[in-house]
T-cell receptor
């Protein structure tokens, strides 16, 4: 049982490049989400999914795309990287939505630098 | 606008001492409040989850309290250890019209020194 696995752990991109951050969980959780964490700020929700085939925007979705073809995987795509997207990205999963008070499990994070 | 404010922003204590972290929120209607511990370079890990009807919940040396009337929560750490050095994040989730939406505090950075 690996929990939530994110890859890569570190990435440097040039402005305008695209890439996909991978997130996989093996707990059969329906709810998955992506956050970014910037210095001195709380985690901000980018996109989330309440189940396979269903995604929705969070607080800061611009510049990011997601898809959820399987329960296990929830990749985050940066379409054209910008320096403002330099951040640490966390993927999280939980059995249900926050409304149910269920615990969210976070991945180890991906530290992304856009130059 | 739903807000979660944590204080202090940072705190330094000596090993073995106790400390209390504060979380005030405006999220309404309220569903639950969670405290997470985030070690440097790692993802957050859940410490406690509290719902409207719960006033106190403990997890080892961590004790969280909730006053839903005043919209305040605290996290008390007893007999601190060096491994308690981390960022502590308060997360409040809403109910009804805010169902499923979580608001994160900016966190309190705790440093425990020998």
């Amino acid at each position: 049982n690996a929990g939530v696995t994110q890859t890569p752990k570190f990435q440097v991109l040039k402005t305008g490049q695209s890439m996909t951050l991978q997130c996989a969980q093996d707990m059969n959780h329906e709810y998955m989400s992506w956050y970014r964490q910037d210095p001195g700020m709380g985690l901000r929700l980018i996109h989330y999914s309440v189940g396979a085939g269903i995604t929705d925007q969070g607080e800061v979705p611009n510049g990011y795309n997601v898809s959820r073809s399987t329960t296990e995987d929830f990749p985050l795509r940066l379409l054209s990287a910008a320096p403002s997207q330099t951040s640490v990205y966390f993927c999280a999963s939980s059995y249900g939505q926050a409304l149910l008070g269920t615990e969210a499990f976070f991945g180890q994070g991906t530290r992304l630098t856009v130059v | 606008k739903n807000q979660v404010e944590q204080s202090p922003q940072s705190l330094i204590i000596l090993e073995g001492k106790n400390c209390t972290l504060q979380c005030n929120y405006t999220v309404s209607p309220f569903s639950n409040l969670r405290w997470y511990k985030q070690d440097t370079g790692r993802g957050p890990v859940s410490l406690t989850i509290m719902t409207f009807s719960e006033n106190t919940k403990s997890n080892g040396r961590y004790t969280a309290t909730l006053d839903a009337d005043t919209k305040q929560s605290s996290l008390h750490i007893t007999a601190s250890q060096l491994s308690d050095s981390a960022s502590y994040i308060c997360v409040v989730s809403g109910g009804d019209t805010n169902a499923g939406k979580s608001t994160f505090g900016d966190g309190t950075t705790l440093t425990v020194k020998p």
